[in-house]
């Protein structure tokens, strides 16, 4: 069964930076095409950036400029380096297939908990 475990959340200040890392354990095939997510308090999972299996990238026009998603296909690794954080990219990130490639997600893995304060 293939897992997600998210990692490298924190509390930063306005202007910040962080890396997130998403492992993925089970199957290379399921992760192909991945993508990360994030939910905010009271707000729906939204889509933040997606990545190909050729390394071709799609962003988000909130975070476009800022944050940059990339993988490590030897490590079964996907990350997002976040730059120049806001406060309103304070949610819960998570990483799972994209969508758009796939008829269902896997399963969801804990997410890492960002936190921009002003």
């Known amino acids: 069964q293939v897992q997600l475990v998210e990692s490298g959340g924190g509390l930063v200040q306005a202007g910040g930076s962080l890396r997130l890392s998403c492992t993925i354990s089970g199957s290379s095939n399921s992760n192909k095409f991945m993508a990360w997510y994030r939910q905010a308090p009271g707000k729906e999972r939204e889509l933040v950036a997606s990545i190909r299996s050729d390394g071709s990238t799609n962003y988000a026009d909130s975070v476009k400029g800022r944050f940059t998603i990339s993988r490590d296909n030897a490590k079964n690794t996907v990350y997002l380096q976040m730059n120049s954080l806001k406060p309103e990219d304070t949610a819960v990130y998570y990483c799972?297939?994209?969508?758009?490639?796939?008829?269902?997600?896997?399963?969801w893995g804990q997410g890492t908990q960002v936190t921009v304060s002003s």
């Open positions: 799972n297939r994209d969508l758009r490639y796939y008829s269902t997600y896997l399963n």
